[in-house]
């Protein structure tokens, strides 16, 4: 597609179109937004060498009571220093018991010690409470080891700045306080397990606060750990976690909105700039160039690869993601995979790399950045409307093909939620477990017809197929097909006949199913006597049975 606008980009109007149009457009939220809430009476456990421990203290006598855990040696001998330790925080108790573990999160943390005879709840014994409401750590490396962590937990080391924002923070954190409840689960439509099998487990190794487990083979969300990070939303492949603020479909409206309304006022294609709300909030102004659409999210992995190619169908030029070093590492790894993903997938249809992810430091070059998709050719705008994530990015990358080289190739690429189911029919049996264990069912029977269908688009590649069947005749293959209308029609994988019982010639099972059984438990001498019955519906196989024992009487006594 070679048409392009008579480009206003050089413009002065072009960041007033800009104003104009993010003062018109906002992201519909939940009025009353789902939260949850901490309580906290202002209890702290300072932990880390005591005397820098006693010292921290000293300055919290606002709070309620106090407490120190001492697990590393005093930092200095000097005779003044010691001086001024002891005459710190005199009625706080230190405790010397190893540390075992910490769980929870604001006016919810226990902390687990060694003692002689075993463990115990540290709280219980220091200030005679089940928990304690706020932690700060003066250790010199985190006495919990998370990327995102806890509400209540401050992890300061011996860094001065650090621990005075703390203690100007910390009498804050009194009272009551309510968070929003950042995501939800559809089990409904979870892959992760089916029948006691186990499956995808993409969110479980995305979550940066740990807040995410699998309890009873189902997801579970803590929301008083979450982080609204967006990682697990982002990873899962069914739209079975699903961010609640904004909703998908909200911000799919809504960068649908400001991308046709840019167009429409400033006749160019504007850029994406999706941002987090804290670091990356802080390094945007409005000397971005006009042409840049900056969008704040919770955090930058909260706008997936569906979003970023329905922005583009939607006929934005190009999507930059803002990375800060306040990123976690983790929401960095799964940033770069899917910006790869996606650059294979532009590549193959022969699209330019329209999505960037930039560091802070490469803000002060955006316009040269933005300078070469600005000859890009343009994208007409798709007419599609968002609806399940998986339907949503399929009709995006659709339209983005059907806008250069409309290829009907496969792109093979591994581990992604993508892909194909095979069949080997000369050991399938029809039993159809791979359609009771299917989440999204991209695997369907043949109602009153031995059939097993299959459709691509809607397959995940969990593998709850292929370790669901018992004949292990089923493989899978990881790939993004291009071709539309192979991907989107029912496939049959495997059909026959039904087997025809031999007394009332009702169908009841599949052909492969009966000669399976014949060859299993055809010689077996319970089946000895009479392998014709296995031929038999369930009603004519009793009907055969009593039948020959009114025959001969004492057949059923032997």
Not at 362 to 369: E, F, G, K, V
Not at 427 to 454: E, H, I, N, R
Not at 481 to 495: K, M, S, V
Not at 527 to 535: G, P
Request: proline share 5%; glycine share 6%.
């Amino acid at each position: 597609m070679s048409m392009h606008f008579n480009s206003s980009e050089n413009l002065s109007d072009l960041k007033q179109v800009r104003q104009q149009v993010l003062g018109q457009t906002q992201i519909l939220q939940n009025l009353i937004p789902p939260t949850v809430s901490y309580t906290t009476e202002g209890n702290v456990l300072v932990i880390g060498p005591e005397d820098l421990a006693r010292l921290a203290a000293d300055k919290l006598s606002n709070m309620g009571q106090c407490a120190i855990l001492a697990n590393e040696s005093i930092t200095s001998q000097d005779e003044a220093h010691l001086e001024k330790v002891m005459a710190a925080a005199e009625i706080v108790e230190s405790y010397y018991n190893k540390l075992i573990e910490i769980k929870g999160f604001l006016g919810q943390f226990q902390v687990k010690v060694e003692i002689e005879n075993g463990t115990a709840d540290l709280s219980l014994v220091a200030i005679r409470k089940a928990h304690f409401d706020l932690i700060l750590d003066l250790s010199q490396s985190p006495c919990i080891n998370l990327e995102m962590l806890p509400p209540g937990y401050f992890y300061v080391g011996q860094d001065e700045a650090k621990l005075a924002d703390a203690i100007e923070q910390l009498p804050d954190l009194i009272g009551q306080f309510d968070k929003p409840r950042y995501v939800k689960v559809n089990s409904e439509i979870c892959a992760h397990s089916r029948n006691g099998i186990e499956g995808c487990n993409r969110c479980l190794n995305f979550c940066p606060a740990d807040a995410i487990s699998s309890v009873d083979k189902l997801i579970e969300i803590d929301p008083y750990l979450c982080h609204g990070a967006g990682s697990c939303t982002n990873a899962c492949p069914t739209g079975a976690i699903s961010y609640d603020l904004p909703t998908p479909q909200a911000l799919h409206a809504y960068l649908h909105k400001l991308v046709t309304r840019f167009r429409d006022q400033a006749q160019t294609a504007p850029v994406i700039l999706f941002h987090d709300a804290a670091k990356g909030a802080s390094l945007i102004n409005d000397d971005l160039p006009g042409a840049i659409i900056p969008v704040e999210l919770e955090e930058i992995t909260v706008a997936s690869m569906d979003h970023w190619l329905s922005a583009l169908a939607w006929g934005a030029r190009q999507v930059i993601v803002l990375n800060t070093d306040a990123t976690a590492p983790t929401l960095m790894q799964m940033l770069t995979g899917e910006q790869q993903l996606v650059d294979a997938i532009l590549d193959e249809m022969g699209q330019p790399r329209r999505v960037t992810v930039i560091d802070q430091n490469q803000l002060a070059d955006l316009a040269t950045i933005i300078e070469t998709s600005a000859s890009w050719p343009v994208i007409v705008p798709g007419e599609f409307s968002a609806t399940t994530k998986r339907s949503t990015l399929y009709a995006a990358i659709d339209h983005l093909n059907s806008q250069a080289a409309s290829t009907d190739t496969c792109l093979s690429k591994s581990n992604i939620p993508f892909g194909k189911v095979s069949v080997n029919t000369d050991s399938c049996t029809l039993c159809l477990s791979c359609v009771a264990t299917c989440p999204t069912q991209a695997l369907k029977d043949g109602g009153d017809k031995p059939a097993l269908y299959f459709v691509e688009q809607d397959c995940v590649q969990c593998g709850l197929c292929e370790s669901a069947c018992p004949e292990k005749v089923i493989s899978l293959t990881p790939q993004i097909n291009f071709d539309a209308t192979a991907r989107q029609e029912r496939q049959t994988l495997n059909e026959e006949a039904p087997f025809e019982c031999i007394r009332c010639g009702e169908p009841f099972a599949t052909q492969s199913m009966v000669k399976r059984m014949l060859e299993v438990v055809g010689g077996h001498s319970a089946f000895s006597a009479n392998t014709q019955r296995l031929k038999m519906c369930a009603d004519c196989r009793v009907k055969d049975m009593f039948e020959d024992i009114l025959q001969d009487p004492e057949k059923q006594l032997r």
